[in-house]
């Protein structure tokens, strides 16, 4: 039998800021001329995010110079976001577990085997041993960890967590994927960073994946029909993802909306042809918001209605891109609005990578 999402769940911090407030916030680390002030506020603007949570907040209202004392006048080195991410990563991913299993009315005992992906920070023992201890799972249960592959990364870990699922029937696969990108704001002008500062947020996204349909979860299942990968050519420098002293930087070059738009459909439209579909046969779409250009040059390449991206244009506007996690809140909505299948579920990633996976 197919291996069959039968949860999802998904977590937020516990505060949020709106992007007006976060872009006064880091105006002050980032511009240093006038002319950098006007076409950093242009980038805030055009962001498709109207708010998003941070686990750097203390509050979600009141004074802004108050909501957060960990940007300042001295830039967090690498050693101290690590710090943050080891103390918020684990009780937002749990958070997230918790919900995919009481989604799918499965109790923790029963999984087998447990898929975490990041690539917002690093520390070991890991996120994977941080929730088999908040959760109470089994000290065999078989762990795997996806790092550092980036917005694609909660695909990836699908492509894992299917394979286990389908080579062993009894098999229980819990995917978790945790993100906390507001750890990584850049200081200082750089306008490519600057679209990264503006889009990313915090958020984690579990789901539950074994064969068939269970009783419970009956109507709500989503099966994994395939899925696919590759990457396009050409294209090393338009998405990046480096450590450096202070946080970990992304770089987002403007070129990415253009290849999207020359190299998508060529490859997706052979992909689904050998899977016996083709794009108009698609019922929805479960697009990774990586921002807005890059949603409208999905949808021109592929000739789709606004419509069809609404659910990742919502995610993106309320929570802003949570890097892995965000495709898991795009399916939670299309589900919850009984969207007609089959979806296609993709996201992009540095190389330029894409992966796509076809749900039933």
Do not use: K
């Given at each position: ?64 110079a108050?909501?957060?004392s ?8 690498t050693?101290?976001?690590?710090e ?138 989503c ?20 450590i ?65 991206l ?20 795009v ?30």
């Open positions: 039998m197919p291996a069959t999402i039968v949860g999802i769940g998904t977590a937020l911090p516990r505060y949020r800021i709106l992007q007006q407030d976060a872009a006064a916030i880091a105006r002050e680390f980032s511009c240093e001329t006038v002319e950098q002030e006007r076409l950093f506020a242009a980038i805030y603007r055009r962001s498709g995010v109207e708010a998003r949570g941070s686990v750097v907040l203390t509050a979600s209202e009141g004074d802004l108050a909501r957060q960990f940007f300042g006048q001295a830039n967090p080195t050693a101290r976001r690590m943050r991410y080891e103390a918020e990563a684990g009780p937002m991913a749990a958070e997230s577990a918790r919900r995919s299993l009481a989604d799918a009315a499965i109790e923790p005992e029963r999984v087998t085997h447990l898929v975490t992906v990041s690539c917002t920070g690093f520390v070991a023992p890991g996120v994977d041993q941080a929730l088999m201890r908040r959760l109470g799972l089994r000290s065999d249960v078989a762990r795997t960890h996806v790092g550092f592959m980036g917005c694609h990364g909660l695909l990836n870990g699908l492509r894992v967590a299917r394979a286990f699922a389908e080579a062993d029937e009894a098999a229980c696969v819990l995917l978790c994927a945790v993100e906390l990108c507001s750890l990584h704001l850049q200081y200082g002008w750089d306008s490519e960073r600057m679209v990264a500062n503006a889009l990313f947020a915090d958020g984690a996204a579990s789901l539950v994946v074994a064969q068939g349909e269970s009783p419970e979860a009956a109507g709500r299942a099966p994994i029909l395939a899925v696919g990968s590759t990457i396009f050519p050409g294209c090393d420098d338009a998405m990046s993802w480096r450096g002293d202070h946080g970990f930087a992304m770089t987002l070059s403007s070129r990415v909306p253009e290849l999207v738009g020359r190299e998508l459909r060529p490859w997706l439209s052979e992909w689904l042809a050998n899977r016996g579909h083709a794009i108009g046969s698609i019922g929805s779409w479960a697009v990774h918001p990586g921002g807005p250009r890059i949603l409208s040059a999905v949808g021109e390449a592929l000739g789709l209605e606004p419509s069809a609404s659910a990742s244009s919502r995610v993106l506007a309320e929570h802003g891109n949570m890097s892995s996690a965000t495709i898991a809140f399916m939670e909505r299309l589900r919850a609005a009984d969207a007609p299948g089959p979806w296609v579920a993709m996201a992009f990633g540095p190389g330029l990578a894409v992966e796509a996976v076809l749900l039933g």
